[in-house]
C-alpha cells in the first residue's frame, strides 16, 4: 500500500528538489522492466509457446483470468449498478426476457414513464435488439445478478479471440493477443463495467473471422456453423453493423472469384446450407422480437423508436450544465464523444470526413500506446491478401459506422479481434527483425509486450491497493478504464435509502431547469409488482391519479440535481 502513496508524486509536487520519492520508484521499475525484458528466461518462452499449442488450456485460462481479476476488486468497487439509459434499457429487455415474452404490456398513464430507449406503444418495451438482453438474462438467472451475464460473455470473448487468432498466426502470439484481450476488454474496460456491454458483438466477430480463415484452409461443416452462427450473433446484437461483417465476409473469398478456384458445387452447399441453419435462429427471433413489440414483423423496435421520437432534443450537444471538473470521467467521455461528432445542418464531403477525423482518436480503445508500432510493422504484411482484407474490413466498419451521427466504441466491436490481429501479426513481423545476426526485432517485440502488461498491472494495482485519495489523484490520467469510482451521481446513496424502507415505493422524480442528461425514471418490465416504481413529476394533481393507480406505496419525491441529491417522503 505504501509505494501506492508514493506514486502521488505523478501529481505535481511541492519539494524544494523537484525529485520525489515517486521519481526513484518509476526509475527502479522501469530499470527492472528492462532487466526483466532482456534476461527473461529462455526455458520460461519454451514452456509458453508449448502450452500456447493447447486450445482448450488457453481458452479456459483465458475465460478465467477476466473474471477473477474484476472479482478481486469487489471490496473497493462492488458490482456495477446500471448508470446510464443504455444500461437501464438492455437490463429491461433481459427482465423482460426472464419473463418468458419479448413485450410487456402498454402501461396505464404512460406519460410518467417516458424514459430514453423505451417505447410506451404499442407495448413497454426495450427498444434494444436480443443479443446483449439474453447474456444479462442468462447470467441473471443462473447467478441472480444481470451483470453476471456481462462477465461471462467478457469470459467468452478472451477465449474466442485467441481462438480465432489460432487461424491466422502462430500459437505463441495468439496467446498474446489473447492476454491482450484480457488487458483491453477485461476488468478495467467500459465493456465489463456496464450493462451496454460490446462483448457479444466481439464474441460474433470472432467467430466470423475466425471460421472464415478455417474454411479457406479446411472447408469443414463445423466451421460453417460457427460462421453462420457467428453471423446471427451479430444480427442479433448489431443489425446495422452486421451489413459490414456480411459484406466483409463475402469479400474474404474475393480470390476464390478472381482465381476462378472454387470447390466443388456439392462441397460449396453443404458449407452454405450448414451455414444458413446456423443463422436462422437468429432471424427468427428477430422476427418475432419485431412482431410482438412493434406490431410488424419487419420492423425493428429502434426503427420504430426513431419514428415515434425522433433523436430527442437532449441528445443534442448542450451547453456544458457544470464545471468540467464536477463531472465524472464517464460523463466528460460521453459530452466529449457528443461534442466531436454531432452532425449539424446536411451532411457534405467535408462534414463527413471531420467526423471520420474526430472518431480516429477513439480507437485507442483497441490499442495500448506501446502497440502504435505494431500498427506501423503490420502494415508491411498488407502484401498478403488476408491481411490487406483485413485492413478494408476495418476500412468498412469506420466508413459505414461514420454515417451515424454518434460513436462508441461497442459499435464496432465486431471487428475488435481484428485490432487485436493487427497488434500481434505486427508484433510478430517485428520478431523476425535481426540486426548483424542479433534478434533486435525479437527483442523489441518482446519490450513492447511487457510494456503493455506493465500499463494493465500499473492501474490495476491503483485500483486493487489504491485507497480513495490515490484513485482520486491517479485515475484523471486514465484514458478508457471505466471502473465504478464512488458514487457521483448519488445513486448508490438513493437506492440505499429506498432498500431500507419497508414495503412497496412510488418515486417522483422532479428535475431542475438544466438537468444533466442522465436519466433516473427505468422501471422493471412488471411495474404493478415491482418494489421500487420510478415516475415523472407532472404535478400534484397528475401524480395523485398514478398514486392511486398503485396504492398502499410509500410516494416519495427526489430531486436528482441537488447536491447530494435530495429524497423526501411525501406520504
Known amino acids: 500500500m505504501y509505494i501506492f502513496h508514493l506514486l502521488r508524486s505523478f501529481t505535481p509536487i511541492h519539494n524544494p528538489i523537484g525529485f520525489g520519492a515517486a521519481d526513484f520508484v518509476e526509475i527502479v521499475l522501469a530499470a527492472l522492466l528492462v532487466w526483466m525484458t532482456l534476461a527473461w528466461p529462455s526455458w520460461i518462452a519454451e514452456r509458453a509457446r508449448g502450452f500456447a499449442e493447447k486450445t482448450l488450456p488457453c481458452m479456459l485460462l483465458l475465460a478465467i483470468l477476466p473474471v477473477v481479476l474484476r472479482l478481486l476488486l469487489l471490496k473497493h468497487y462492488p458490482i456495477p449498478t446500471p448508470d446510464v439509459s443504455d444500461d437501464f434499457s438492455y437490463v429491461l429487455l433481459a427482465d423482460t426476457l426472464r419473463h418468458f415474452r419479448f413485450a410487456n404490456p402498454p402501461l396505464p398513464l404512460s406519460q410518467f414513464f417516458e424514459t430514453f430507449f423505451v417505447l410506451q406503444q404499442p407495448t413497454y418495451s426495450s427498444i434494444y435488439p436480443l ?178 421520437y425522433g433523436v430527442p432534443a437532449t441528445l443534442t450537444v448542450q451547453p456544458m450544465p457544470v464545471p468540467h471538473r464536477e463531472l465524472t470521467p464517464q460523463q466528460r467521455l460521453d459530452y466529449e464523444i457528443q461534442s466531436s461528432v454531432h452532425g449539424k445542418g446536411p451532411e457534405t464531403i467535408q462534414s463527413y470526413l471531420g467526423r471520420l477525423a474526430a472518431r480516429v482518436r477513439f480507437y485507442r480503445f483497441f490499442f495500448y500506446a506501446p502497440l502504435y508500432i505494431a500498427i506501423l510493422l503490420f502494415l508491411i504484411r498488407v502484401r498478403e491478401f488476408r491481411f490487406a482484407w483485413v485492413v478494408l474490413t476495418l476500412l468498412i466498419f469506420a466508413l459505414g459506422s461514420n454515417f451515424y451521427p454518434y460513436f462508441y466504441s461497442h459499435y464496432i466491436a465486431a471487428a475488435a479481434c481484428l485490432f487485436i490481429l493487427v497488434s500481434v501479426a505486427g508484433l510478430e513481423r517485428l520478431s523476425r527483425v535481426s540486426i548483424r545476426e542479433r534478434p533486435t526485432g525479437y527483442e523489441a517485440a518482446r519490450v513492447i509486450v511487457f510494456l503493455c502488461a506493465a500499463q494493465f498491472l500499473f492501474w490495476y494495482g491503483i485500483h486493487a491497493l489504491g485507497d480513495e485519495e490515490i484513485a482520486a489523484a491517479a485515475t484523471r490520467y486514465e484514458t478508457w478504464d471505466a471502473i465504478n469510482h464512488g458514487d457521483p451521481d448519488g445513486r448508490l446513496a438513493v437506492n440505499a435509502a429506498l432498500a431500507r424502507a419497508p414495503g412497496k415505493q412510488l418515486v417522483f422524480v422532479r428535475y431542475w431547469q438544466r438537468h444533466l442528461l442522465r436519466e433516473w425514471v427505468n422501471n422493471a418490465a412488471d411495474i404493478r409488482n415491482a418494489r421500487i416504481v420510478w415516475a415523472r413529476d407532472l404535478g400534484r394533481e397528475e401524480d395523485q391519479k398514478l398514486a392511486d393507480l398503485l396504492p398502499d406505496r410509500t410516494v416519495w419525491l427526489l430531486q436528482p440535481d441537488a447536491h447530494p441529491p435530495s429524497l423526501t417522503r411525501i406520504f
Open 131 to 308: 443479443g446483449q438482453g439474453i447474456a444479462l438474462a442468462l447470467g441473471w438467472t443462473i447467478f441472480g445478478h444481470p451483470w453476471a451475464g456481462v462477465a461471462l460473455s467478457i469470459a467468452a470473448l478472451c477465449a474466442l479471440c485467441y481462438w480465432m487468432l489460432r487461424a491466422w498466426i502462430s500459437p505463441g502470439w495468439s496467446l498474446i493477443g489473447g492476454l491482450l484481450a484480457v488487458f483491453l476488454f477485461g476488468p478495467l474496460s467500459q465493456w465489463m463495467n456496464s450493462y451496454w456491454g460490446g462483448a457479444i458483438s466481439a464474441i460474433a466477430g470472432c467467430l466470423v473471422f475466425g471460421a472464415l480463415s478455417r474454411l479457406a484452409k479446411k472447408r469443414r461443416l463445423r466451421d460453417a456453423g460457427l460462421l453462420g452462427a457467428g453471423l446471427g450473433i451479430q444480427l442479433l446484437t448489431r443489425p446495422f453493423e452486421f451489413v459490414f461483417v456480411l459484406l466483409s465476409a463475402a469479400l474474404f473469398f474475393a480470390p476464390w472469384l478472381w482465381k476462378q478456384r472454387f470447390p466443388p458445387v456439392r462441397i460449396v452447399a453443404r458449407l452454405a446450407v450448414v451455414a444458413l441453419l446456423a443463422f436462422i435462429p437468429a432471424v427468427a427471433l428477430t422476427l418475432a422480437q419485431n412482431k410482438q413489440v412493434t406490431g410488424q414483423w419487419l420492423t425493428l423496435p429502434y426503427m420504430l423508436s426513431r419514428y415515434q
